[in-house]
């Protein structure tokens, strides 16, 4: 059982490249989540994902897009990378309702 | 709009000092409050749920206690193996399921 897991764990992106994310959960939690790291500042939602088919925006989604591959899977594409998207990535599962959050050990991104 | 404010923002401790951690909150309706433990590097750890002012749960060293307004975070004789930084994070009615606010952390030290 490897709870969450994210690739790749080191990224260093030029401006205006695109890359994705990838996220993989093997707790058949319904929901899954983004979110940005940054000094200073706590968590922030990026997406979510309540289920197996639908995503919706959170606090910071500009920049960014999702696919809810299927119960597993959740991917976050930056399609034109930017220096303010130079972060730490963490995705979540958890199952429905008020419950804790299980965190992948996150992805370094640095965009130059 | 729901706030949640962390102090202090670190903490300096001797082997056996034992504190406590702060977590004040404003959110419209609570759903839950969690505690989770993050080392460098890695993603959040869950340590507790707590959902109803009075609550109190344990393990180890540390022990999460709720009132209406706050919680605390108390570690008792802390070891090295401690240090880390704890975030406290509130899910409010407000927000459906989906959205859980974080605090910006507390950062632990623990000197042998």
């Known amino acids: 059982n490897a709870g969450v897991t994210q690739t790749p764990k080191f990224q260093v992106l030029k401006t205006g490249q695109s890359m994705t994310l990838q996220c993989a959960q093997d707790?058949?939690?319904?929901?899954m989540y983004w979110y940005r790291q940054d000094p200073g500042m706590g968590l922030r939602l990026i997406y979510y994902s309540a289920s197996e088919g639908t995503t919706d925006k959170g606090e910071v989604p500009n920049g960014y897009n999702v696919s809810r591959l299927n119960k597993r899977e959740f991917s976050l594409r930056l399609e034109s990378a930017a220096p303010s998207q130079t972060s730490v990535y963490f995705c979540a599962s958890r199952s429905t309702g008020p419950y804790e959050q299980y965190f992948g050990p996150g992805t370094r991104l640095t965009v130059t | 709009e729901d706030q949640v404010t962390q102090s202090p923002e670190a903490l300096r401790l001797q082997e056996g000092e034992s504190s406590s951690l702060n977590c004040s909150y404003t959110v419209s309706g609570l759903r839950g409050l969690f505690w989770y433990r993050q080392d460098p590097g890695k993603g959040p750890e869950f340590l507790f749920t707590l959902y109803s002012a009075g609550e109190e749960k344990e393990k180890e060293r540390l022990k999460a206690t709720l009132t209406k307004k706050e919680s605390f975070l108390h570690i008792t004789a802390p070891k090295p193996e401690d240090s880390a930084t704890y975030l406290c994070a509130v899910q409010a009615q407000s927000g459906g399921y989906q959205k859980v606010t974080f605090g910006t952390g507390t950062k632990l030290q623990v000197i042998p």
């Open positions: 707790m058949n939690h319904n929901s």
